[in-house]
């Protein structure tokens, strides 16, 4: 079965998200790979300089948005440990593997990068084997 | 300069996210969940920006230098390590079981739920904490 989705929105999303890899690659020569950027602001980075901004712009897009159009969808798992648990395999894996869905999946995969790819392939198949697993004993994806 | 561009970057990025969907986990999910009523929304979102990244990528580069700086820095390894399969495979448990990764999560954050700053919290300390873990 196929949800009702929301074709338009996310090509048009995906466009945006481009655009900015796109800039900052015209403008500084780096690569839009957002846990290389928070690791980068974390670590005090000798590109702090633009990463931390980075990370403000990404944080004020939803209060900017919100202003705008007004309030967004979210839907989130409310158990608190298991976002926990889930915010530190995050952390740990993508700084493990150097990159996250931007870094490997857009910015990687936009160069033909082997290690992106392969990168991207093995998140994507292990998220979409919890997600079932999860289904299974939980009853909820969600 | 730096601050402008990074902020200008870091808010067109969240604007896409927030668009697409992306930043909703339920949307995320419904990708993810392909034995239930799956949304491809993420594979249309993936396309816009692998196209657009694709293509400016390949007119940026014949440049000499990026505007702001006297290179353009480029991973350059090839190999396939443990560390990056198994990071891969632990960043993909945790994205499978929330819904979130470091993009949404940052703009998630935004929002100022409970849930988002505990995941953001928690992501922070991951970050942090895996080149020491390593070095041990």
């Known amino acids: 079965m196929i949800a009702e989705f929301s074709m338009w929105q996310g090509l048009a999303g995906g466009v945006l998200i481009g655009l900015s890899a796109s800039l900052l690659m015209l403008l500084k020569g780096r690569i839009a790979g ?36 007004g309030p967004i969808t979210f839907e989130i798992n409310e158990n608190l440990v298991l976002l926990a648990i889930a915010g530190l395999l995050v952390g740990i894996g993508t700084r ?15 160069r033909g990068s082997a290690r992106s790819i392969a ?13 079932w697993v999860k289904r299974m004993i939980t009853g909820d994806a969600l | 300069m730096n601050a402008l561009i990074g902020l200008l970057c870091g808010l067109i990025f969240g604007v896409g996210l927030i668009i697409s ?18 949304d491809p929304t993420l594979a249309f979102v993936m396309g816009g920006a692998l196209g657009v990244t694709a293509l400016g990528y390949r007119l940026i580069l014949q440049r000499e230098h990026p505007i702001f700086d006297k290179q353009f820095f480029i991973p350059t390894r090839k190999d396939l390590d443990v ?15 929330i819904g979130l990764c470091p ?26 904490l895996a080149p020491r873990l390593i070095k041990q």
């Not at chain 1, 602001?41 to 705008?68: C, H, K, T």
């Not at chain 2, 969907?21 to 419904?30: D, H, L, R, Y």
């Not at chain 2, 990056?84 to 495979?89: P, Q, Y």
């Not at chain 2, 100022?112 to 922070?124: K, P």
């Open chain 1, 96 to 110: 493990l593997g150097n990159g996250c869905t931007s870094g490997h999946g857009v910015c990687g995969m936009s």
């Open chain 1, 119 to 131: 990168a991207t392939f093995v998140f994507m198949a292990v998220a979409v084997l919890t997600v």
């Open chain 2, 21 to 38: 969907g992306m930043a909703n986990p339920a949307k995320v999910i419904g990708f993810l969940d392909v034995t239930g009523v799956w």
């Open chain 1, 34 to 69: 957002i846990s290389g950027i928070l690791s980068g602001v974390l670590e005090r980075s000798d590109q702090w300089g633009w990463q931390a901004p980075f990370v403000v712009g990404l944080i004020l897009a939803w209060p900017l948005y919100n202003l705008a159009n």
């Open chain 2, 83 to 97: 560390s990056l399969l198994g990071g891969a495979t632990l960043f993909g448990l945790g994205w499978g079981l």
């Open chain 2, 103 to 128: 993009g949404p999560a940052l703009v998630a954050f935004g929002g100022l739920s409970t849930q988002a700053i505990t995941f953001v919290a928690c992501l922070c300390a991951g970050l942090w």
